[in-house]
């Protein structure tokens, strides 16, 4: 199931306009076998030339997205603090 997409438009040297989603998709968790099987979540990248995509269990997932999350919030006070300084000149 698609959960979410992104979509990125940019624009090459040429000035030739080009689309890259990143797509978020699910699978459910089942029954394999006797066993339940942990659900995947998919990271899909979608160009206009190619898709390529990688499968994460539950936990791969959760550690990618802290990641994320961390690399964000650093990311965001190094534009705040640029910005104070910017205001207090």
């Known amino acids: ?21 990143l797509r978020l998709e699910s699978e459910d968790a089942q029954i394999g076998g006797d066993f339940p099987r942990d659900g995947r979540i998919v990271v899909r990248i979608i160009n206009t030339v190619s ?12 550690r990618v997205s802290t990641l994320l999350l961390s690399i964000s919030k650093e990311l965001l006070n190094q534009k705040r603090n640029l910005w104070k300084r910017v205001e207090s000149v």
Do not use: C, F, N, Y
């Not at 199931?1 to 989603?21: L, Y």
């Not at 898709?51 to 959760?62: D, G, H, M, R, V």
């Open 51 to 62: 898709s390529q995509a990688i499968k994460l269990s539950p936990e791969e997932a959760l």
């Open 1 to 21: 199931m698609i959960e979410d997409e992104i979509v990125h438009w940019w624009k090459d040297d040429d000035g030739t306009q080009h689309r890259t989603i």
